[in-house]
């Protein structure tokens, strides 16, 4: 999967070489599924919707044909990329749960409030998340959540997410839910490396101080 690289991750590109590596393929085992976590099925009608709500949106924001071409060939692994942020979701939130940490309304709404402060306004932040990390803005608040979960369960865990304590409670979780993906999509994985290229692209850096939305 090849994305332009993005300047405020929560999970850092520098992942430690201790993380795990995790993979899982597909089969047929699971007709019409883009997925299967914990036994529950991601459906490729499921995937292709959130996909759709992005496409939508962009072409709201563009209604010129040329430059609307253009975004479409910058965000040409949206649906690998929608897929992976589908699944991690599940899977943070597994480990969320497993270690006790839970998030609530106000704690969403308060991120929220601090970047609108920082951009400029809601509309502002619901363009810099669709044009930079290809969230709809319906779906905001949900990744906002997902912010948050993976801040508490780091600290939680006397830890930051760039780092392997981190990383192992997520591989925990992923073990636990026997991530399966349809091979078509690739696969799913921690890599043992000095960095990541794009294979968490939607979790950002929003709680700091300096926190940026641009690339």
């Known amino acids: 999967m090849h994305r332009r690289r993005r300047t405020a991750l929560v999970l850092s590109a520098a992942i430690a070489a201790a993380a795990p590596f995790l993979t899982a393929c597909g089969s047929d085992a699971h007709p019409g599924a ?37 975004v479409l060939s910058t965000t040409s692994s949206l649906t690998r990329d929608t897929l992976y942020n589908m699944v991690l979701d599940q899977v943070l939130h597994r480990a969320a749960q497993d270690a006790g940490v839970t998030v609530t309304r106000k704690d969403v709404e308060e991120m929220r409030s601090g970047l609108e402060q920082q951009v400029g306004g809601a509309t502002a932040l619901q363009t810099a998340w669709l044009q930079k990390y290809g969230i709809a803005p319906k779906r905001l608040d949900d990744n906002l959540r997902f912010q948050v979960e993976a801040k508490k369960l780091a600290a939680l865990l006397g830890t930051d997410t760039s780092q392997p304590a981190f990383w192992k409670a997520l591989a925990k979780a992923s073990e636990e839910l026997h991530v399966d993906l349809n091979p078509r999509y690739g696969s799913w994985d921690v890599q043992k490396s000095s960095r990541v290229d794009a294979k968490t692209p939607w979790v950002r850096d929003v709680t700091s101080g300096g926190t940026q939305v641009s690339a």
């Open 34 to 70: 883009a997925a299967v976590v914990g036994g529950q099925r991601i459906t490729v009608a499921q995937l292709q919707n959130r996909v759709n709500e992005v496409r939508q949106a962009q072409r709201a924001a563009v209604p010129d044909d040329t430059q609307y071409q253009q």
